[in-house]
């Protein structure tokens, strides 16, 4: 199938950039100096408990300091880390409180700023910066503390919405003589589940080629892996438009379009009313399970048979939890971890159920896409334990890897089934063309037998009208003159006439039997050839006003004796009765037939009273056989026309 090649081709690109990422993470170098988060130099944490309405203070003073600029951030002292050395504690980095399973979402309990101290010593000339590879709270800023007091170096309230996967990388001011304090501040709800990676602080070359790395790898490759299943899901879309039995391209391109749906916040900016973002991250989180049921009930499709009820259950469940977690009923609460881990138990279900056939069936392409899923349940799980807050939290989700891996193992499920239908197909029209090539053998063998069978009984006419020619003609002649000439009734001359026209007759049998490639000229030419002594000795003058003329397809040999005969007759009573000096053979093309004419320039005769004889019978028989006409012009004094028109094509044979 030409249209493997898209595939192939977006497939490779997706890979390609999955190889290059471990390649660039093995690059990578450390820093030169000690980093916060390390165990050796740990970072102080200090909390203060805030109000909605301070928290709401301290968003837009950072905004309005970010729009008028300057050297210093003046803020309340409520709103700045405390001073007090007792309110600051080493913290052990990454700092993750974990996500319950359906907490309540409410400001009642208020806020807390958590603040997060480091110290970067003096006494470098070496650029640092600060990294954070994963943060998940409200939007975060990063201050500094110089001589002139405290000064804002970060307010990512614009990024706040995607900040859970947008790593932070922030170079720094200078150190000076006495070192530099770097605060980072991160509001969460009180009680709420929150995770805030190591801070690192370093080098700025190299903490920039960690950040570039996991932009790459928690960014880039995802929006990759969703814009080649979007590329990949149009053309198995048209596939089932085209195909719709085909339902594993419909599974497909489902599958795609719900995991667009998942990564949306790579593509789009969140809605900015509160009610479009439970919407949005609904869609977005309910689609995972989505994703997760058109890749089981797609490997089910390959299957020797299909489970109806395991998959009506599966359906059921990711429905029933995708209808529960709407943002029109039980608003306060947290029901990503329920969708997850729905999600999850039905992607290990449907994973075992497919493993179990896989196992029993020995198909490759289903142990294949059964490797493929477990795969993706153990790395969903990892994810829902990093979103979660259970462990890993400084990693990212692995679920695009999942997903290139299961994409992978479907479009190797399609191709095998479809070079599989190609061989069939092959195998098929193999055994089709054996048919074939026997059922042309007998019916060649057959028509042989048929035209051998259709030239022995063309003979055999051929023979019976010789015959019958001969007999009723040339037979027929000489008899009649053998009783004449027994009985003495004929005398000298006569016998000699009776012999010229039997001889004439004779070779007008022969010439109809010679092949005149249905041409007419070439007939008349022949009898003019076997007669012209005859008109001759008879007192005539032959004048020849004969023109080309199509060709006449049904013009055969028994057809031709018939043409022969009427002008043989014409002429003979051109002799015995015109009293003519001149006679004229003329033939005409006048489109759909042609025309013979024989004139004389003799006595004529009365039609009205001339009884129309036996020969003249004949000869009008002779031409309906031909399938033309016959007609006879004459009067009295004015000469005789016979004029015989032919068709060029008669109706049996067009």
Known sequence: MPEFGLILRS?????????????????????????????????????????????????????????????????????????????????????????????????????????????????????????????????????????????????????????????IWLPLPGAGAQGLDVVVALPVPAGSYHAVSRIWIGPRDQLEK????????????????????????????????????????????????????????????????????????????????????????????????????????????????????????LRQLDMVVMQYTVTAAVAAIGTAWVAYLAWRERRTELRIMAVALITGVVIGGHDLAVLAGWAWPEHFFLMPFATLTVMLSFLHAVQRRYVGAVEQVQAENSQLQEDLDEQVSVLQMQNAQLREAERQQALLLERQRIMADMHDGLGSSLLSALVAVEQGNMSHEKVVEVLRECVDDLRLVIDSLEPVGHDLVSLLATMRYRLGKRLQTGGLKLDWDVQDLPPLAWLEPPDALHVLRLMQEALNNVLKHAQASRVRMVTRHHGSYVEIRVEDDGAGFDLQTIQHGRGLKSQIKRAQRLGGKLRIDSSPGMGTRLSLRLPVERKGEA
């Open 11 to 167: 497939c490779l690109l997706a890979m390609v950039m999955l190889a290059g990422l471990p390649v660039q993470a093995q690059r990578l170098p450390q820093p030169s100096t000690r980093v916060a988060g390390d165990d050796s130099a740990p970072a102080e944490l200090a909390t203060t408990a805030w109000t909605r309405a301070q928290l709401d203070s301290w968003w837009a003073t950072l905004r309005q300091h970010s729009v008028a600029g300057g050297d210093r951030l003046d803020l309340p002292p409520e709103l700045l880390p405390p001073e007090a050395a007792g309110a600051w504690q080493h913290v052990v980095m990454p700092d993750v409180r974990t996500r319950p399973g359906a907490a309540m979402l409410s400001d009642a309990r208020g806020y807390e700023m958590r603040w997060y101290r480091l110290h970067v010593p003096a006494g470098g000339d070496e650029a640092m910066a600060l990294y954070l590879p994963r943060l998940v709270t409200l939007s975060a800023a990063v201050l500094a503390r110089t001589d002139r007091g405290w000064q804002l170096l970060l307010d990512n309230q614009h990024a706040e919405r995607e900040q859970w996967v947008q790593p």
């Open 210 to 329: 960690r950040w570039l790395w996991r932009v790459r790898a928690q960014t880039g490759l995802p929006q990759a892996v969703s814009l080649t299943l979007a590329v990949l899901g149009m053309f198995a879309l048209t596939l089932w438009l085209r195909r719709p039995d085909e339902g594993i391209y419909g599974l497909f391109a489902l599958g795609a379009a719900a995991w667009m749906v998942r990564n949306l916040h790579y593509y789009v900016s969140l809605p900015a009313s509160p009610v479009g973002q439970d919407w949005f991250w609904w869609a977005t989180h309910a689609s995972m399970g989505w994703v997760m049921l058109t890749a089981l009930l797609f490997a089910l499709r390959f299957a020797s048979r299909r489970t109806l009820w395991l998959e009506w259950a599966l359906t059921a469940s990711v429905a029933l939890v995708s209808v529960l977690s709407m943002p029109l009923w």
